[in-house]
């Protein structure tokens, strides 16, 4: 069943690459987008990305994991994921929830992260794992 958010709709099984192609990634995503939303940390700020997320085994590499970077900063809990080729952020395993991953919804095939309305900001500069 495809789950519309917004004017966006999402397959179930949805594909997603970095703006090169050289990394793929296959999402399951039976509720849709869980949890759209940019963040307003040091990252994500200079990012831009729309996340949402699913479990740690709702994603999956297809193919280019070898060139995936790891990327992490501050407490190097969180797992940032980016395309060495291109640069493109691709999905990070959270600080908050290590159970899960926020994915780009910019690299979702045929998806226009600017198509979803009233994205929530999560306070990522006063995140509570700081307090």
Do not use: W
Request: charge should be positive; charged fraction near 20%.
């Amino acid at each position: 069943m495809i789950k519309q958010v917004g004017r966006v709709k999402i397959q179930p099984k949805h594909r997603a690459t970095c703006h090169c192609g050289i990394v793929e990634l296959a999402l399951d995503l039976p509720e849709g987008l869980v949890d759209p939303k940019r963040c307003n940390c040091s990252i994500c700020r200079r990012r831009g990305a729309v996340m949402a997320y699913v479990p740690l085994s709702g994603l999956r590499v297809l193919r280019g994991a070898e060139h995936l970077k790891l990327y992490q900063f501050n407490s190097s809990v969180a797992k940032h994921y980016f395309c060495s080729n291109c640069g493109v952020y691709t999905h990070h395993q959270t600080r908050s929830n290590p159970n899960v991953y926020g994915f780009n919804v910019g690299c979702l095939e045929g998806v226009n992260p600017y198509d979803l309305d009233d994205l929530p900001v999560s306070d990522g500069i006063n995140h509570e794992s700081d307090q």
